[in-house]
């Protein structure tokens, strides 16, 4: 199966990736063979076959719903790349 | 006291002389930091090294030894794949994108190995975000196996198993997605365990693909991932996935008697493309288990041979998923001067990740798009239902599985780096054990072309006393893994 440059384009940019065009086309080459070897799962007959979405059939654990988690907002703001009065900091967005 | 070399003693050898007075921890994590500088140049295994925050931590366990207060951990230098959050220190994951990252907070998991006295040495390279089966992917650089600089060690644990084999902690930990802990164990000759799905917690691990990842000991010896296991393992209310079971004492049943133990092999696993030598280290291996009283039966995992395809969706489409919180606003690399908010996602991402990275999430972004949703990864899951239930059904014929970990040994640097199909096709036998959330072992089981070959072993869902039982009583007949390389027996 082939996937385009220009496939590959449009996918970079639903995922908010970069990529130059030499990058476009490696990966195109590259996608294109991995999406091969993953076409082979279509002749694989799944008829009435239910998906499978954890190993152990567990389900998603409740709790109850309190507060249980304190204000870290100093510590974990530290690693941000820019910050101002507690907030995080990007380009403009509203003109 | 042992009269091997520090760096060539087991836990359980450390432990006695820490608890003996023999050695401080102070002088053991010397000995450890000094082979570090002395090697890591060369093999290139750590991000990070701890120097003054482990000498402080075997300072403390001195002090506690003194007191009388010691674990069977206390004092013991352990180092850990740089995919655990450990808070105060930089937590990489081996990509650009968090080579500013200092993790605020401690995962569980390295949390548990701390409170039981353990000393960190530094954080180990990886393949970036874990994807990877070489080594390769890592944004600082590849790790060499000890056994031979020009080959790979193996990935995406690559480092946590090259630093066991060249003797640079005394235990290191390891996270296994398609076969991350076992494959490169198999590579470097050492013994690596992936429990159970849900058997450690994953928080404070970065996550890669959810539904697969697990963590898990990488060690010199099978008893040492038992005493390393008891401490990881446990339920954590904070890791929604983690299973509330009792965690039984690793260590109490290794001895067991083997007679009457039922061994399957599956013919998928003997099949094309398995190194006709590794083949018969394998089969040497299992006749050995023959003389201890085992009995050996042919089975069929009929899917295993669609375990690439599926892991290749599912794998991708869940770090497409998780890797979107790497937005270069809350933390992490961002770009110089953005035109918009567009522009920093875009380039922030762009030019933190590398290729591979890039290429998984395309191939999740694809998969997960409207319109082909269900044929890409509704329909994997249903294979990893097929690929489950293979392994149910075999486990009601026979108590362990056994085969390769790895169809080939460690192969040059470079020889797969443009042909990712190739490189995936490595993951054969240790995929379909994480889409089936089993336990699976990787022990030494010899040598090719001077390379360690593995022996991989499954048991059924928690098993993990069985698999470290049989794991063990291998090891007691067989010298495999007390091997090191030459030059580096110091």
Redesign the interface.
Known sequence: MVIDPTTIASIAHLARLSLSDDEVQLASGKISAIMGLIDEMQSVDTNGVEPLAHPLDAVQRLRSDEITEINQREELQANAPAVEKGLFLVPRVIE | MSNKPLHQQSLTELSRSLQDGAISSTELTQHYLDRIKQLNGELNCFITVCEEQSLQQANAADRAIAAGNIKPLTGIPLAHKDLFCTEGVKTSCGSRMLD???A?YESTMTGNLKAAGTVMLGKLNMDEFAMGGSNENSYYGPVRNPWNREVIPGGSSGGSAAAMAAGLAAATTGSDTGGSIRQPASMCGITGLKP???RISRWGMVAFAS?LDQAGPMTRTVEDAALMLNVMAGFD?KD??S?DRAVPDYSATLNEPLKGLRIGLPKEYFAEGLDSRVEQTVRNAIAEYEKMGATVKEISLP?T??S???Y??IAPAEA?TNL?RF????????CEE??????????S???S?G?EV??R???G???L?AGYYD??Y?????????I?DDFLRAFEEVDVIMGPTAPTPAFPIGAKAN???AM?LGDIFTISTN????PGMSIPAGMVDGLPVGLQIIAP?FEEARLLNVGHQFQQTTDWHLRTPVDLRG
């Open positions: 500013n990252w200092i605020p159970t799905y849900g539904s209310p929604s996935t299973m899917h041979h669609h690439i395809a599926a290749y969706v497409s979107s937005d270069g606003v809350r933390f992490g690399y961002r953005p035109k918009n908010l567009e522009d920093l996602y875009q380039r991402r762009g030019e990740f290729s890039k290429n999430i395309m191939i972004t694809y998969a798009s044929a890409y509704t329909k994997a899951q249903k294979i990893r239902r097929l489950r042909d990712p199909v995936y889409l089936a959330g089993l869902h």
